[in-house]
């Protein structure tokens, strides 16, 4: 997944470069009990594009969300919603309305997908564990884990998200981080996303995985890196091309990710802060356009990554670019499969089945493949 970039809007969202670990954020927050721990007037104002009530869940076992000094200096290590309670659904309801506001003054839907999926990407098939597995268990919101060169400037992501969690205390951070990176996907124009929430919180900055876990940018076999990092978190070679299409949203900054150019005639004017180097010409768009103008190979100032462009390569990999490339509803579909997945790798639920918001779309039951029948995943 993404490098960062150091603005909401100008996220990419899967490979990161070791190279980025030089531009890790280190901004002093507020550990005050003050529902913003940052100055939000000023933050949101610099990022370009970018007074919130508290109400307790009924399900909380604790009456309040105190500031852990053992997290680190951030103000975003919470502690930890209470384990073994699930997220309130009405607050997720209403979580999800501030973070579509929330969208839609910011543009920061780049940096949300990263954010949920730089929290679930951590899991490991081969540890049963919970949490050492990794996953989306809430533990990005550690400085620990924030420190990872993967993670670099994903404290901004945190800075915009915190006031939401602020106002919908009965919502665990990993159920938010995953509900803002969807949110962020359907609302940007792509498929809706088949979710359940109700995941638990890691308590505490000890239980974040160790760094590496994540995928480079341009590791010295790009082919083989991706099928070694997503393997291990259980993926296929049809949802690894699949994700990989989520790069039609954000763009890259050299400074921060040591890939792409300064500005282009693309990013030069923003949404959000000007500059850097996106994969498509709309880049805050959801659509098929990543897989077209890769295969096309015709816009110099379009980024395309050594993880790009295996995936025109690798004979595998291509069937599936290839095939999005073709057909939006088809990359739709898979997307929406394989995003819902990655969100639940790792995580332990309460209840055990999850929550499903009523006006989420339904798991459909399997079928017998049919080409004519690919559905868009939308209602």
């Known amino acids: 997944m993404a490098s960062s970039i150091g603005t909401a809007a100008s996220s990419r969202i899967i490979p990161s470069s070791s190279s980025s670990s030089a531009a890790r954020a280190r901004l002093s927050l507020r550990s005050s009990s ?6 939000f007037s000023s933050s949101l104002k610099s990022l370009a594009f970018s007074p919130l009530s508290s109400h307790f869940s009924p399900h909380q076992k604790r009456s309040a969300i105190n500031v852990s000094s053992s997290g680190g200096r951030f103000g975003f290590s919470t502690v930890a919603s209470p384990k073994c309670a699930a ?83 009965g919502v665990t951070y990993a159920d938010l981080f995953q509900l803002a990176s969807a949110t962020a996907i359907e609302e940007a124009g792509g498929p809706r996303i088949p979710m359940k929430y ?61 890939w792409g150019k300064p500005e282009t005639k693309y990013t030069k004017d923003g949404p959000g802060a000007p500059g850097g180097q996106s994969w498509t010409v709309q880049w805050l768009k959801f659509d098929n356009s990543y897989f077209k103008d890769i295969k096309g190979k015709r816009d110099e100032d379009l980024l395309v990554l050594p993880t790009d462009a295996v995936l025109f390569e690798d004979p595998s990999f291509k069937v599936y670019a290839e095939k999005y490339a073709e057909d939006q509803e088809a990359f739709f579909k898979d997307y929406a499969e394989a995003h819902a997945k990655l969100s639940n790798l790792g995580a332990k639920f309460d209840p055990p089945e999850g929550i499903v918001l009523d006006d989420a779309p339904k798991q459909a039951a399997p079928e017998k493949f049919v080409a004519a029948k690919y559905s868009t995943g939308k209602d």
Not at 34 to 39: A, F, K, N, Q, R
Not at 122 to 137: D, F, H, S, V
Not at 156 to 163: C, R, V
């Open 198 to 258: 109700g995941r638990v919180d890691v308590a505490g900055p000890n239980e974040c995985p160790e760094e590496g876990r994540l995928p480079d940018a341009g590791p010295p076999s790009p082919t083989d890196h991706l099928r070694d990092v997503f393997y291990r978190m259980g993926l296929d070679d049809k949802e690894i091309v699949a994700l990989s299409g989520a790069h039609t949203l954000g763009r890259s900054r050299p400074e921060r990710s040591g």
């Open 34 to 39: 003050s529902p913003s721990l940052l100055s």
């Open 87 to 169: 997220s309130d659904p009405d607050q997720l309801k209403s979580a999800r309305e501030d973070i579509k506001e929330l969208l839609k003054s910011t543009f920061c839907h780049p940096i949300l997908v990263r954010l949920g999926w730089h929290d679930a990407g951590t899991y490991n098939k081969n540890i049963e564990e919970w949490p050492l597995r990794g996953g989306g268990n809430g533990s990005l919101r550690f400085e620990v884990e924030l420190n990872h060169a993967a993670n670099a400037g994903l404290v901004n992501a945190l800075k915009l998200i915190q006031p939401v969690k602020d106002k919908h205390p």
